[in-house]
Structures are given as structure tokens and as C-alpha cells.
């Protein structure tokens, strides 16, 4: 018996041939698809099915993936404003080192995954602090996500040492290591607060557990002086002749690039996650997404923190990466709408290691899919779904979502989780939060 079908929906599976079925929908087993097109072929399935979703009036379309967030960060949203990247950081290690443990990680972690989950991203790549509390704020909600060790020389909110990092690291993969909902990583904070000894650490241990290895790169100008002075090479320069650059490592921003950097990143299969928002608000600069996509890179996309984009929206996202490098190269073509939307899904899925399960509705993968409704003032007309996705569409919009044919949104709501109590709490915080910078 089929667990579940969505039928009538407009269907835009976002594989590789970027086919959209007008009238359609898929079939799922055991949180897998085993079906995907008109809705016609579905109606035997879904005669057997034990639910059946009306997807009428709705794109369906695979669950979004942000690759770059500290979603716990969502607790200090607004709190350090109109600063550049270097003494921002500084006020937020403050807040953070009085605010942040445990309780309060998970906490954060809740009150950011459920805006990422309710706006229909469905798997998360998450840097910070007490990696095990995020895999439990995910699964409270019901999204998959990708963390693990964090390696940063000073002490930082946990107080480890070198040891107490490695100790952490191989203890996420004692946990974790064979989880669907979780996919390992390592993650440096960056080339100029780890050392390149303990980055050499933290790269053996991901390559012995054939795990991901994500790291800040190339964001602002001041961090490519500070890591060229300190070690006579640029940053990617300095990740390349480490040996950390490969087909999983993530670099998070890559905003101030030269043409032999791309050229690296391409050789070696490493992969970008694009921050447009928190680059345009810490004034951080235009990445040269035109010409990392040109070159072959593959560039997925983040919503870095709340703290530094003060929201945790993927659709803005998606829709400056798609117009903010046509203003900035005078080229009306240099972001196509499926480029920008595949940064969202499918490149997403690849910089996880991940596209054999995520990031296209096709047989065989995670159901982890979302509907868009189009029954608003701005969904009429739709000349083309893909267009409407990119420039028209709405975090608002998402209505229902699934992860793994389980549904965890549902008319806008989680299914999973009370956040009215999440939000209680953080409030009640809030007055210690205020205090911790003043």
C-alpha cells in the first residue's frame, strides 16, 4: 500500500532536466518516492494510498536546503547592528559567551529551525556550538541537518581545548555517524581563528569518517590581509596548500575571490554556500557567483545567521542571489531563474554529499518535499512556476511540508512541536540577552 500520493499539484521536480509537470504530482513508500508525474498515472496508487493530498492550486517542489546557518544565533536577532564583520564578531562572541549553553543552544536551535522549516527548507547546515542539542532541536521539529565538531583555537562558549574538540567530534560520530536525518560534518569556524595544525586536525578526522568538512572562507577583505600577512597566501590559497579543499568540503561566503581561486575551487570540487543577504548587510561584498558558476564551481545558498541577517528567510535569499550579481555585473542574463533555484535544491544536495537523496523529486529519494500555494494576489498569473518561485514567492506561502512523506507543516503550522512555548521562553530570556552587551 502506498503511504502517501499529492495529486493535481504543479510540479516542478527540479532535476536535471528541470522538468515541470503541469498537472501532477508523486508517490510515496516507506518515505521514499516511487512515483513522479501526471496526476493521471497516480490515480491507481492513490486509490490504495492510505492519504491523499489535493495539491490543487500548488506548486509542489522539492524542500530547500540552506547550507550555511547558525541557527541558534536566532536568540541575539538584532541585537549587534551597522558594524562590519570583525568588531561585529566581537560583541557577538560577548553575547554569546554569557548567554550560551546547553539549555539555551537548544532553545535557539528550536526557535531557528522552525522558521527554517515553516518557510519549507527541509535539511539545514548548521555551524555552532553543542552540535548534539541542534541534531535534538531538528528532530523535536522534524528536519533533517548537517553539523557536527565545531574547531575554533580560543576557548569559546564550551571552554574546550584541543583535545575536548577532537573528544566531541569523535563522540558526534559515535551518535550520529549512521543517521538518514543527519549528515556528519566537521566544521572549522575559520582560517584566521584556527590555527593551520588544528585545521589539519579537523580535516583527518572528517576524511576518516568520510564526513563533511565546512569552513568560513574569503568574506571580508580584512580577513584575506590577516590570513595572507600571517601565512604569506590568500585564504583559498592557504585551504588549497593545507590539502582541506575536495569534493566535501563547504566554504561558507568566498566573497573576495581572484580568477586563480575560482580556478582552484573548480579543480579541486569544492563547493560555496552564498550568503547574499549577511554579505550585503555586514557590507562584506558581492561574491562573484557569475563566475564561480561559470567556471563549473558548484555554488549552493545560505541564510548565514539571524544575528546577521536578522531572519532566517531562504526565498530572499533565493531571490537576491538571483538579482543583486545582474545589478552588480550591468548583466541582465548572469543569474538564470534555474540557476538561482537549483543554488537552493540541488546544489544544496550536492555540497552534502547528498544529491542521490535530496534535492529533486525524483524516484528513489527522500520525500522531502513543500506546496506552495498560488491562490494569492501575487501568484496570478503564472506564466512559469520556476519564475514565480524565484522572483514572486514568499516564505508566507509555504503551506504544507514533508520530510520523508511525513508531514511537518501543515496550513502553516508545525505538526510536530507547540512554538508558542518556544517563543515564551525565549522571551522570558530576552531581558538577560539585553544585558549580556550592555
Same mark, same amino acid.
Given at each position: 500500500?502506498?503511504?502517501?500520493?499529492?495529486? !493535481?499539484?504543479t510540479v516542478?521536480?527540479?532535476d536535471? !532536466?528541470?522538468?515541470?509537470?503541469?498537472?501532477?504530482?508523486?508517490?510515496?513508500?516507506?518515505?521514499?518516492?516511487?512515483?513522479?508525474g501526471?496526476s493521471?498515472?497516480?490515480e491507481?496508487?492513490?486509490a490504495?494510498?492510505?492519504e491523499?493530498? @489535493?495539491?490543487? %492550486?500548488h506548486?509542489?517542489?522539492?524542500g530547500?536546503? !540552506?547550507?550555511?546557518?547558525?541557527?541558534?544565533?536566532?536568540?541575539?536577532?538584532?541585537?549587534v547592528?551597522?558594524?562590519?564583520?570583525?568588531?561585529?564578531?566581537?560583541k557577538?562572541?560577548?553575547?554569546?559567551?554569557?548567554?550560551?549553553?546547553?539549555?539555551?543552544?537548544?532553545?535557539?536551535?528550536?526557535?531557528?529551525?522552525?522558521?527554517?522549516? #515553516?518557510?519549507?527548507?527541509?535539511?539545514?547546515?548548521?555551524m555552532?556550538?553543542?552540535?548534539?542539542?541542534?541534531?535534538?532541536?531538528?528532530?523535536?521539529l522534524?528536519?533533517?541537518?548537517?553539523?557536527?565538531?565545531?574547531?575554533f583555537?580560543?576557548?569559546?562558549?564550551?571552554g574546550h581545548d584541543? %583535545?575536548? =574538540?577532537?573528544?566531541?567530534?569523535?563522540?558526534?560520530?559515535?551518535?550520529?555517524?549512521?543517521?538518514?536525518?543527519?549528515?556528519?560534518?566537521?566544521?572549522p569556524?575559520g582560517?584566521?581563528?584556527?590555527?593551520?595544525?588544528?585545521?589539519?586536525?579537523?580535516?583527518?578526522i572528517?576524511?576518516r569518517?568520510?564526513?563533511?568538512?565546512?569552513?568560513?572562507?574569503?568574506?571580508?577583505?580584512?580577513?584575506q590581509?590577516?590570513?595572507?600577512?600571517?601565512?604569506?597566501?590568500?585564504?583559498? =590559497?592557504?585551504?588549497?596548500?593545507?590539502?582541506?579543499?575536495?569534493? =566535501?568540503?563547504?566554504?561558507?561566503?568566498?566573497?573576495h575571490?581572484?580568477d586563480?581561486?575560482?580556478e582552484?575551487l573548480?579543480?579541486?570540487?569544492?563547493?560555496v /554556500?552564498?550568503?547574499?543577504m549577511?554579505n550585503? %548587510?555586514?557590507?562584506?561584498?558581492?561574491a562573484?557567483?557569475?563566475?564561480?558558476l561559470?567556471?563549473?564551481?558548484n555554488v549552493?545558498?545560505?541564510t548565514?545567521?539571524?544575528?546577521?541577517?536578522?531572519?532566517l @528567510?531562504?526565498?530572499?535569499? #533565493?531571490?537576491?542571489?538571483?538579482?543583486?550579481?545582474k545589478?552588480?555585473?550591468?548583466r541582465?542574463d /548572469?543569474i538564470?531563474?534555474?540557476?538561482?533555484?537549483?543554488?537552493?535544491?540541488?546544489?544544496?544536495a550536492?555540497?552534502l554529499?547528498?544529491?542521490?537523496?535530496?534535492?529533486?523529486?525524483?524516484?528513489?529519494?527522500?520525500?522531502?518535499?513543500?506546496?506552495?500555494?498560488l491562490? =494569492?494576489?501575487?501568484?496570478v498569473p503564472?506564466?512559469?512556476?520556476?519564475?514565480?518561485?524565484?522572483?514572486?514567492?514568499?516564505?508566507s @506561502?509555504?503551506?504544507?511540508?514533508?520530510?520523508?512523506?511525513?508531514?511537518?507543516?501543515?496550513?502553516?503550522v508545525?505538526?510536530?512541536?507547540?512554538?508558542? @512555548?518556544?517563543?515564551?521562553?525565549?522571551?522570558?530570556?530576552?531581558?538577560?540577552?539585553?544585558?549580556?552587551?550592555?
Open positions: 500500500m502506498t503511504d502517501l500520493v499529492i495529486k !493535481n499539484a516542478v521536480t527540479c536535471q !532536466n528541470g522538468t515541470v509537470i503541469a498537472d501532477g504530482g508523486v508517490a510515496v513508500e516507506n518515505g521514499r518516492i516511487v512515483h513522479v501526471p493521471a498515472e497516480l491507481a496508487l492513490a490504495k494510498a492510505r491523499v493530498v @489535493d495539491g490543487s %492550486k506548486i509542489l517542489m522539492p530547500l536546503v !540552506n547550507t550555511h546557518c547558525h541557527a541558534a544565533d536566532s536568540l541575539f536577532r538584532g541585537l547592528e551597522d558594524l562590519p564583520l570583525e568588531p561585529w564578531l566581537q557577538v562572541w560577548k553575547a554569546e559567551g554569557a548567554i550560551l549553553n546547553r539549555e539555551t543552544t537548544y532553545l535557539g536551535s528550536v526557535l531557528g529551525f522552525a522558521e527554517l522549516l #515553516l518557510a519549507g527548507v527541509t535539511t539545514v547546515m548548521d555552532f556550538w553543542y552540535p548534539d542539542e541542534a541534531v535534538r532541536a531538528a528532530r523535536t522534524g528536519l533533517r541537518i548537517s553539523t557536527g565538531g565545531i574547531f583555537d580560543p576557548p569559546g562558549v564550551t584541543l %583535545k575536548g =574538540r577532537i573528544a566531541e567530534a569523535e563522540r558526534f560520530f559515535d551518535e550520529f555517524g549512521r543517521a538518514d536525518d543527519v549528515f556528519p560534518a566537521i566544521l569556524h582560517a584566521y581563528t584556527v590555527s593551520p595544525e588544528n585545521l589539519r586536525v579537523a580535516k583527518e572528517a576524511d569518517h568520510g564526513a563533511l568538512f565546512c569552513t568560513h572562507a574569503a568574506e571580508t577583505r580584512a580577513e590581509a590577516d590570513v595572507t600577512s600571517r601565512y604569506g597566501r590568500s585564504v583559498i =590559497r592557504h585551504l588549497d596548500h593545507l590539502g582541506l579543499l575536495g569534493e =566535501r568540503t563547504v566554504l561558507a561566503h568566498c566573497v575571490l581572484d586563480e581561486e575560482i582552484i573548480a579543480r579541486t570540487g569544492t563547493s /554556500a552564498h550568503n547574499p549577511s550585503m %548587510k555586514l557590507a562584506s561584498g558581492f562573484r557567483v557569475p563566475d564561480m561559470s567556471a563549473s564551481v549552493s545558498l545560505g548565514d545567521g539571524a544575528i546577521s541577517g536578522n531572519d @528567510d531562504m526565498w530572499m535569499a #533565493l531571490r537576491l542571489a538571483a538579482t543583486i550579481h545589478a552588480f555585473t550591468g541582465a /548572469a538564470s531563474t534555474a540557476e538561482a533555484l537549483g543554488m537552493a535544491t540541488n546544489a544544496g550536492k555540497a554529499g547528498a544529491a542521490d537523496r535530496i534535492g529533486s523529486l525524483e524516484v528513489g529519494k527522500f520525500a522531502d518535499m513543500i506546496l506552495i500555494d491562490k =494569492r494576489p501575487h501568484a503564472v506564466f512559469d512556476p520556476v519564475t514565480h518561485l524565484v522572483y514572486s514567492t514568499a516564505k @506561502d509555504v503551506r504544507h511540508v514533508f520530510v520523508g512523506g511525513r508531514q511537518v507543516v501543515r496550513d502553516g508545525l505538526t510536530r512541536h507547540r512554538i508558542e @512555548d518556544t517563543i515564551a521562553a525565549v522571551e522570558d530570556l530576552q531581558p538577560r540577552i539585553a544585558a549580556s552587551i550592555a
